[in-house]
C-alpha cells in the first residue's frame, strides 16, 4: 500500500478525514479531481452508496465533500485535545445534512411495498449530507474517545483502534516503516561502535 492508496477500514468519517495524507510536499489530497471521488467512492462503494444513475463526480461536486471533511476534521482534533469541539464545525456538519435529507421513498414492487432512501439535490451535495451524517454518528459514538493519530513521525491519519495496543494506522504503511527505520537505528549504531 502506498501513501497515494486512500486507508480504507476505519469508520466512513474517519476514511474520509484520511484523504489528506502527509506527503513530501505537506498534505495531499487524495479526492482533488472528480476522477478521483469516484475512484475513492467505489472503495467505500458498500457504505456509501451512489444511487443508480449518478454519473462520474463533477468538479462541482468536490467542494460540498471537502467542506464536510474539513469541518470533520477540526472537530476530531479538538476531540484529540481535549478540547471542545468548534461550533461552526458542529453547525456545519448539521448545515451539510439538511441540504440534502434522507426520504425513504416507497413504492409496491408488485408483492410488498419497498422503501428506498432517497436523497434530493446535486451529487456533491447529496454525498456531503451522507458523510456529514457517518461523522454525526461516529462523533456522538461513545467509541470515539478511543481515537488515536498515528504515531508515525510522518503521519496525519487518524484511527479507532479494536485494540488498546494499536499505534498506527496500518501495520503495512506505518507500521513496517516504524520498525525498519528502528532495525536500521540499532544496526547503525552498533557499526558505529564498532569504528
Known sequence: MSDSEPLTGEPLALDLVNTRPAGNDGRTDLLDT????????????????VEAGDSVPAESDLAPVHAVRAHTEAVL?????GAAPPEAGLRALTDAQCAAPAVREL????????A???????????????????????????????LKRCE?????MLFLPAHPRRRWCSADRCGNRVRVARYYQRHKQVTDRKR
Open 152 to 156: 508515525a513521525d510522518d503521519c496525519v
Open 116 to 146: 428506498t432512501v432517497r436523497r434530493p439535490g446535486p451529487l456533491g451535495v447529496r454525498l456531503a449530507a451522507r458523510l456529514a451524517e457517518a461523522a454525526a454518528d461516529l462523533l456522538a459514538d461513545p467509541a470515539i474517545t478511543r
Open 107 to 114: 413504492a409496491w414492487d408488485g408483492s410488498a411495498v419497498t
Open 77 to 81: 482534533h479538538a476531540l484529540l485535545r
Open 34 to 49: 472528480p476522477q478521483r471521488l469516484a475512484a475513492w467512492l467505489a472503495l467505500e462503494d458498500d457504505r456509501l452508496r
